[in-house]
Structure formats: structure tokens, C-alpha cells
């Protein structure tokens, strides 16, 4: 048979060899420079490919879940009402459309809710900007924040995006964290103070931190040592960032 | 949920690394790998409920495959919070706990541009055997190519990857 290192090298580590040709060519390996150079820098390459290997982050699992969960909610919809996808029209992109209409309609319920309830103060823009960033997972901006995302790996909160940017003429950071159970907080930092928002809870004192509920979402704002927004889901993390930045 | 859905959601989430690998292979940004993943979901859904194929693992990686080759999605540009990932890290370097991890970062960084300078064949190639773990034979099947050209397409990477991240060292010091 005709010598070609590449051909063989390959075969070899790919075991595509029989156990005799294996063990001859293994012999073959330690007197052959050429085959030997081969096999060792595909072995290499090999390991540099397979060092990037990471663990599937919990977000995408999520996001997996809730795609998976979404098709089924349709399939049963579609089930109840007895329509049938109109052709060429798959249900996702029917939802596509119809999603951002449900999407407005609820962001208009969103802004008389707060506008309402805050006896007729409006929400100020830069906080109305900060909730409705927080809910699409969109970050101020792609700016790099001025300083380095604050250390809450005590919560177990991984950093996972910061970006700066203005909202209504404030300069924010916004840093972007997740805890192993999914839970997402996200801090907003600016030089100058956010306004207070309408039926905000007073926590400590008159220029202390304030808290309040905008639909699922909590938002804590302190003004000092920062000027500062915690917002998340979870109140009681909302909180317990605040805590560990120290401003409560 | 109906049980098919349920046994999907199992399978899908059984194989999810490996998929996320994949697709972290084929896609150029983070994010773009996660949307590949997500779009695979849903086209294997689909699939599933029709009928439930024999190997999941290799099925998925070709919808996953398939997927990243009808759209662009190396060209694609996707800003916002995946921008941020890297300065976290590479600012990360004044704090010992974390150096370490950000020299890793910066590696993995390299290995995986060094993958995607790769001819298609070859990167589709490493993507599948060395990112997702799957056997020549399944890589075989996948890319509709015999399995001796998947193993020569998957060797020449491996020697460019190796040769390419020696010479990068060397330039570096």
C-alpha cells in the first residue's frame, strides 16, 4: 500500500483502522517522522477545537422550555377553537403578528396603569426606559460602561451583559446579571440621580431608597452612595442586591 | 403539555450541549449561536410530532446544520449584551480569582476564530466531531459525505487549528 501520512493519521485517530492495523501502525508511528508529526498535530488541533466545549448557558435552557411550552399552548388553542393554520401561514409567524398587537395593547394598559395610578404624574422616561429595557433584555447601549460590573458573585449573580447608554438624557450603565435558577437582575448606574417614580414606597428616611411594583417587575433606586436602580423580578433579589451594594 | 412534547423537551434538553456547542461552531457571536439552538427547537418540535426519529442526537445536529446553512448567520451582526462579555473579561485581568479564567477566555476566544477562518467543510467538520462530540459516522451522515472525507476534512482542520494557534503564540511573544 502506498505511504500517506495524512490519510493514515487520519484514520488512526478517527479508529476507522482494525485492531491490527491500529497496533501495526502504532509501530510504524515511532519510526516514521512524517506520520508521527501528523498524528501529533492533529491531536493538537484536536484539543485546542475541544477546550472551547462550554456547558449550554441557563438562560438558552429557559428559553428552550419556553419555546417548547409556547408551540404546545398554541397546538391546544388551535385544538379548542378547531381553526386550522391559514396555508403558507405557519402559527409562529401568525403569532408574530399577533403577539406584538397583544404586546401593544398591553403596553398601553402599562402606561394608563402608571400614569393613573400615580394620580395623574407620569412615569418619568428614564424609568419607563429602565423597565421596559429590563422586560426585552435590551441593555441602555452598547457603549462600554464607564467602570467595571459591581461583584455580586455572594448572591451567586454572574455578570452576563453591560452596555451604556441615555435614558431621557441621563447617562446610565446598565450591567446585566443571572443567578443559577435563571433569575435576572439588572443594575442601572448614573452620575445624576433618577427621578422618583409615582407611588414609590419610602424605605429609609426622606432621601432614602424607594421601591416600587411596575407589573412583574420591582425597581429599588437609591441615590447615594450612587445613584442607582435595581431591577428584577424577584423583589426579594431586587432587594438582597441592593443589600450587598449596600445602599439599604 | 402533551407527552410527545414532554419526550421532545426531555430529548432536546438531553442533547442541549452539544447542540449549544454546535452552534457555537457554526455562528460567529454568542447570541447567534443561542438563536440557532432556538430555531433548531422548533423545527425538531415539528418534526417530532410527525414522527420521533431513531438517533435524536445526530437529528438534531443536522436541523441544527441545515439551519445555519440556509441563513447567514456568520455575517450577522447582533450588538447589545453580547458586547459586554468580553469587557467584563478582558477588564477582569487586576483581580488574581478571576485572571486565570480571562487568560482561558482570551484561548477559547482565539481557538474559536481560528475555527471559523476553517474552508466550510472543514468547520462544519470540527464543529460536529470536536465541538459537538458526535462519531465520523454520525458527522458522516449529517453532512451527507462518506466517512473517509469527513475524516480527512476534520484532520486538515485539526492541522490548521494547531499550526495557525503556534504561529499566533509565536507572533505573540
Redesign the interface.
Known amino acids: 500500500m502506498r505511504h500517506d501520512p495524512?490519510?493514515s493519521?487520519?484514520?488512526f485517530?478517527?479508529?476507522?483502522m482494525t485492531g491490527e492495523e491500529q497496533q501495526s501502525f502504532s509501530g510504524h508511528l515511532l519510526r516514521c517522522p512524517d506520520c508521527w508529526s501528523?498524528v501529533a498535530?492533529?491531536?493538537?488541533?484536536?484539543s485546542?477545537?475541544?477546550?472551547?466545549?462550554?456547558?449550554?448557558?441557563a438562560?438558552?435552557?429557559d428559553?428552550?422550555?419556553g419555546?417548547?411550552?409556547a408551540?404546545?399552548l398554541d397546538?391546544a388553542l388551535d385544538a379548542a377553537s378547531g381553526t386550522v393554520p391559514v396555508a403558507g401561514w405557519p402559527r409562529?409567524r401568525l403569532a408574530a403578528i399577533a403577539l406584538p398587537a397583544a404586546a401593544a395593547a398591553l403596553a398601553l394598559v402599562a402606561v394608563l396603569v402608571v400614569v393613573l395610578g400615580g394620580r395623574g404624574t407620569p412615569e418619568p422616561p428614564s424609568l419607563q426606559q429602565a423597565v421596559a429595557d429590563y422586560s426585552a433584555?435590551?441593555?441602555p447601549?452598547?457603549q462600554?460602561?464607564d467602570q467595571?460590573?459591581p461583584d455580586l458573585t455572594g448572591l451567586q449573580l454572574q455578570?452576563?451583559?453591560?452596555?451604556g447608554g441615555t435614558y431621557a438624557g441621563l447617562d446610565v450603565d446598565g450591567f446585566?446579571y443571572r443567578d443559577p435558577a435563571g433569575r435576572r437582575v439588572v443594575l442601572y448606574l448614573s452620575d445624576d440621580p433618577f427621578p422618583e417614580a409615582p407611588g414609590a414606597q419610602r424605605l429609609e428616611g426622606a432621601d432614602g431608597p424607594w421601591i416600587v411594583r411596575r407589573g412583574a417587575v420591582t425597581v429599588l433606586c437609591a441615590r447615594l452612595p450612587h445613584a442607582l436602580l435595581v431591577v428584577g423580578e424577584d423583589a426579594q433579589l431586587v432587594r438582597s442586591t441592593a443589600s450587598a451594594l449596600g445602599v439599604l | 403539555?402533551?407527552v410527545d412534547?414532554r419526550e421532545?423537551?426531555e430529548a432536546?434538553?438531553e442533547h442541549?450541549?452539544r447542540?449549544?456547542?454546535l452552534a457555537?461552531g457554526l455562528t460567529s457571536h454568542r447570541q447567534d449561536a443561542?438563536d440557532l439552538?432556538?430555531e433548531t427547537?422548533?423545527l425538531a418540535?415539528?418534526g417530532w410530532r410527525r414522527h420521533a426519529p431513531d438517533d435524536a442526537a445526530a437529528w438534531f445536529a443536522t436541523i441544527c446544520l441545515n439551519a445555519a446553512r440556509s441563513s447567514y448567520r456568520r455575517r450577522a451582526a447582533r450588538?447589545?449584551?453580547?458586547?459586554?462579555?468580553d469587557?467584563?473579561l478582558d477588564?477582569?485581568d487586576d483581580r488574581a480569582d478571576t485572571a486565570g479564567s480571562a487568560l482561558a477566555s482570551l484561548?477559547?476566544r482565539r481557538?474559536?476564530d481560528?475555527?471559523g477562518r476553517l474552508p466550510t467543510p472543514q468547520l462544519e467538520a470540527?464543529a460536529l466531531m470536536?465541538?459537538g462530540?458526535y462519531t465520523?459516522a454520525q458527522t458522516a451522515l449529517i453532512v451527507g459525505s462518506p466517512?473517509?472525507t469527513?475524516?480527512?476534512r476534520?484532520?486538515?482542520?485539526?492541522?490548521?487549528?494547531?499550526?495557525t494557534?503556534?504561529d499566533e503564540r509565536e507572533g505573540g511573544r
Open positions: 495524512e490519510r493519521a487520519a484514520h485517530l478517527g479508529g476507522a501528523e498535530q492533529a491531536r493538537t488541533g484536536r485546542l477545537a475541544e477546550s472551547t466545549r462550554t456547558s449550554a448557558p438562560a438558552l435552557r428559553r428552550v422550555r419555546l417548547v411550552e408551540e404546545a397546538e409562529r433584555q435590551r441593555l447601549g452598547a462600554l460602561p467595571r460590573a455578570p452576563v451583559g453591560a452596555g446585566a | 403539555m402533551e412534547d421532545f423537551l432536546f434538553t442541549l450541549d447542540l449549544h456547542n457555537r443561542e439552538v432556538s427547537c422548533l418540535l415539528r450588538p447589545v449584551e453580547v458586547a459586554a462579555e469587557w467584563l477588564r477582569a484561548e477559547a481557538v474559536r481560528a475555527v470540527i470536536d465541538l462530540g465520523a466517512r473517509g469527513v475524516l480527512a476534520v484532520h486538515r482542520g485539526r492541522k490548521v487549528l494547531a499550526r494557534l503556534a
